[in-house]
């Protein structure tokens, strides 16, 4: 069965950070380096930065707390990858001097608020493409129509995956250990999940 070869599944990429605090996810944008000049803070998804594209060029440097990724495209695409990505568990934002004048979109990974359990579901490798996410209740954002190549997960939260709608069908549960998994690239390219539920409620396992 096509659904459960997901069971063979390779995962490459995979970042684990298992002592990270419960952060809002952000980024604040200086105009001049060393965090200086005027700034703006993004703490949404922005699938087209054109209205903050003339500040985006004055940008010098930065401040962000979480998993933020930068795409060069609008609609979260490029080739090749997110262009840039914060990875920041502490609550103590990261700081560096860094241009942002060649990006075009943004989001952070997961759950805005990492002490609660989500998973974003990506349509390409290294999440960039359409996203479905999955919050604490098991809730779909969308319909999920696409196979999933890459995934985020934060907070503390296991999930079972259904090929039906309405938590039918073949399944497979996904346990995470950590607080969060970033998964890169995800071969579930078999697959299309139809729903999802919080908890491991199917004897197919696949451990993070």
Same mark, same amino acid.
């Given at each position: =069965?096509?659904?459960?070869?997901? +069971?063979?599944?390779?995962?490459?990429? /995979?970042?684990?950070?298992?002592? /990270?605090?419960?952060?809002?996810?952000? +980024?604040?944008?200086?105009?001049?380096?060393?965090?200086?000049?005027?700034?703006?803070?993004?703490?949404?998804?922005?699938?087209?930065?054109?209205?903050?594209?003339?500040?985006?060029?004055? !940008?010098?440097?930065?401040?962000?707390?979480?998993?933020?990724?930068?795409?060069?495209?609008?609609?979260?695409?490029?080739? $090749?990858? /997110?262009?840039? =990505? !914060?990875?920041?568990?502490?609550?103590?934002?990261?700081?560096?001097?860094?241009?942002?004048?060649?990006?075009?979109?943004?989001?952070?990974?997961?759950?805005?608020?990492?002490?609660?359990?989500? !998973?974003?579901?990506?349509?390409?490798?290294?999440?960039?493409?359409?996203?479905?996410? /999955?919050?604490?209740?098991?809730?779909?954002?969308?319909?999920?129509?696409?196979?999933?190549?890459?995934?985020? +997960?934060? $907070?503390? $939260?296991?999930?079972?995956?259904?090929?039906?709608?309405?938590?039918?069908?073949?399944?497979?549960?996904?346990?995470?250990?950590?607080?969060?998994?970033?998964?890169?690239?995800?071969?579930?390219?078999?697959?299309?999940?139809?729903?999802?539920?919080?908890?491991?409620?199917?004897?197919? !396992?696949?451990?993070?």
């Amino acid at each position: =069965m096509k659904f459960l070869s997901c +069971i063979l599944c390779l995962f490459l990429g /995979v970042a684990v950070f298992d002592t /990270v605090l419960g952060v809002k996810q952000y +980024i604040t944008l200086y105009e001049d380096a060393s965090q200086q000049g005027a700034n703006l803070t993004l703490d949404r998804h922005y699938a087209n930065l054109s209205e903050h594209k003339e500040f985006l060029a004055e !940008v010098s440097s930065f401040c962000a707390v979480g998993w933020i990724a930068f795409y060069t495209n609008v609609d979260y695409n490029l080739e $090749g990858g /997110v262009a840039f =990505m !914060v990875d920041n568990g502490d609550a103590q934002p990261k700081c560096q001097n860094r241009i942002f004048s060649n990006y075009n979109s943004m989001r952070y990974l997961g759950n805005h608020d990492t002490d609660l359990p989500g !998973v974003s579901l990506y349509s390409k490798t290294s999440y960039h493409g359409d996203e479905v996410f /999955v919050n604490e209740n098991g809730a779909l954002s969308t319909n999920l129509t696409f196979p999933i190549y890459s995934l985020a +997960i934060t $907070g503390w $939260g296991n999930y079972t995956f259904y090929e039906g709608g309405n938590q039918t069908g073949p399944s497979w549960c996904l346990l995470s250990s950590q607080k969060v998994h970033l998964v890169a690239e995800l071969d579930i390219s078999q697959s299309i999940i139809g729903s999802v539920s919080m908890g491991c409620n199917s004897t197919t !396992v696949m451990r993070l």
